[in-house]
Every structure is written in structure tokens, then in C-alpha cells.
């Protein structure tokens, strides 16, 4: 795998993912498709269509349960995400001047033969090359859907914002995926759990 397939993967759904919620999701509604990935199709156009439900996300390689009364969004070159779009950030926070709300994302690319640590040593080194403010507080092993994975947490500060961001990679035959998870430092007690329950909740269809 190349630096830019790693950074299409990584750095849309962490970096941009970040600077698209604060600056207004709305605007990638409307253009989620001519943006996605043309490889593969793309989970997101398989989903109930009611944008609030706590019924199980159903993809072409991958389910999970969302958070109850989150929204399906569409960052651009992921197969799925979804926002708390009621969520409040405090009254003239850094966070509410860019009405940030905390989100997850999932995407996916080849391993080319690497294995999950080449994988996630590249992840965290192309992170530090286009955020050097980013702080890597742990990196454990676990499981995503029975299969191996890697739970990276981190600190980062864009925007004059203290972001908490997870980033769990999971392996599954040729492809790994991406699962982003993105708040604020301040609501982080608040979504630790509900992150990881997410997480949690991943079962791979193939």
C-alpha cells in the first residue's frame, strides 16, 4: 500500500473528517456520492433510509449497531458514517464557533500483504506527517468482529479545539478497515463508552 492510498483512508476521515463536521455537514449530503470511492460500492447506499433509527447498519461487508438518535451522514471516501447532529457544545466553546459535532466514519483499503502492525505503524506515521500536534496516548491490541485489530487513541488540537479521536483497524482477509471516532476532549468521559460500544457491536459479513 502507498502513502496515498493511506492518506485517502486516514487522513479524509480523521483530519478532514474533523474540519467537514465543523464546517457544516450539510454540504456533503448533497455531494456524498460524487465523492465516494469509485472502487468498491459503497455501504452507505444500502441503509435504511429513515436517517434517525436504532436498527442495525447493514452493509456489503460489515453490520453494526449505531448510537440511538445519531443521523447517517456521508464523509467524503468512506463507506459509512454517522453524527450526533443533537449534540451542544458549550455557549462560545471553540467547538460550537465551528459547530463541530462528534462523529464516527468507517473506511477501508487493501493490505497489499502487509501485516496489522506494518499497517498501523504507517497509519500513525502519515497522521504525524499532516497533523505533527497529534498525540498518540496508546496503541493495544484487540478484536473488531472476532477478527485482529489495533485501538489507537490520540489527542489533537485543530481549530483551537482539544479533539479525543480512536482510530481501530481491523483486519479481514485483503482489506483492513478503518473505524474513526471523533469528539471533543471535554465530552470524551461522555463517549468513551458509546464509541466502544459501537465497536463492539462490528460483525463482518464475509
Same mark, same amino acid.
Given at each position: 500500500?502507498?502513502?496515498?492510498?493511506?492518506?485517502?483512508?486516514?487522513?479524509?476521515?480523521? /483530519?478532514?473528517? /474533523?474540519?467537514?463536521?465543523?464546517?457544516?455537514?450539510?454540504?456533503?449530503?448533497?455531494?456524498? @456520492?460524487?465523492?465516494?470511492?469509485?472502487? @468498491?460500492?459503497s455501504d452507505s447506499q444500502e441503509t !435504511?433510509?429513515n436517517p434517525q433509527f436504532d436498527a442495525?447498519?447493514?452493509?456489503?461487508?460489515?453490520?453494526?449497531?449505531?448510537?440511538?438518535?445519531?443521523?447517517?451522514?456521508?464523509?467524503?471516501?468512506?463507506?459509512?458514517?454517522?453524527?450526533?447532529?443533537? &449534540?451542544?457544545? #458549550?455557549?462560545?466553546?471553540?467547538?460550537?464557533?465551528?459547530?463541530?459535532?462528534?462523529?464516527?466514519?468507517? =473506511?477501508?483499503? *487493501?493490505? =497489499?500483504?502487509?501485516?496489522?502492525? @506494518?499497517?498501523?505503524?504507517?497509519?500513525?506515521?502519515?497522521? &504525524?506527517?499532516?497533523? #505533527?500536534?497529534?498525540?498518540?496516548? =496508546?496503541?493495544?491490541?484487540?478484536?473488531?468482529?472476532?477478527? #485482529?485489530?489495533?485501538?489507537? &487513541?490520540?489527542?489533537?488540537?485543530?481549530?483551537?479545539? !482539544?479533539?479525543?479521536?480512536?482510530?481501530?483497524?481491523?483486519? *479481514?482477509?485483503? *482489506?483492513?478497515?478503518?473505524?474513526?471516532n471523533n469528539t471533543t476532549a471535554e465530552?470524551? #468521559?461522555?463517549?468513551?463508552?458509546?464509541?466502544? !460500544?459501537?465497536? !463492539?457491536?462490528?460483525?463482518?459479513?464475509?
Amino acid at each position: 500500500m502507498n502513502q496515498r492510498g493511506v492518506s485517502k483512508v486516514l487522513i479524509i476521515t480523521v /483530519i478532514a473528517g /474533523i474540519l467537514i463536521v465543523g464546517a457544516g455537514i450539510g454540504y456533503w449530503l448533497g455531494r456524498g @456520492e460524487e465523492a465516494s470511492p469509485k472502487e @468498491e460500492p459503497s455501504d452507505s447506499q444500502e441503509t !435504511n433510509q429513515n436517517p434517525q433509527f436504532d436498527a442495525p447498519f447493514v452493509g456489503d461487508y460489515f453490520s453494526f449497531i449505531p448510537p440511538t438518535g445519531w443521523i447517517q451522514t456521508h464523509l467524503p471516501s468512506t463507506l459509512v458514517s454517522y453524527q450526533n447532529s443533537r &449534540e451542544v457544545q #458549550p455557549k462560545d466553546s471553540a467547538a460550537a464557533k465551528i459547530n463541530f459535532k462528534s462523529y464516527f466514519a468507517v =473506511s477501508f483499503d *487493501k493490505t =497489499s500483504g502487509q501485516t496489522l502492525d @506494518e499497517i498501523t505503524k504507517m497509519v500513525k506515521k502519515q497522521l &504525524e506527517g499532516v497533523a #505533527p500536534a497529534i498525540k498518540f496516548l =496508546s496503541t493495544v491490541d484487540g478484536t473488531i468482529g472476532g477478527q #485482529p485489530a489495533k485501538l489507537i &487513541e490520540a489527542d489533537l488540537k485543530m481549530q483551537d479545539v !482539544n479533539f479525543k479521536v480512536i482510530v481501530a483497524i481491523a483486519m *479481514k482477509g485483503d *482489506k483492513y478497515f478503518n473505524i474513526s471516532n471523533n469528539t471533543t476532549a471535554e465530552k470524551w #468521559p461522555e463517549y468513551r463508552d458509546i464509541f466502544y !460500544n459501537v465497536l !463492539n457491536s462490528f460483525e463482518f459479513k464475509y
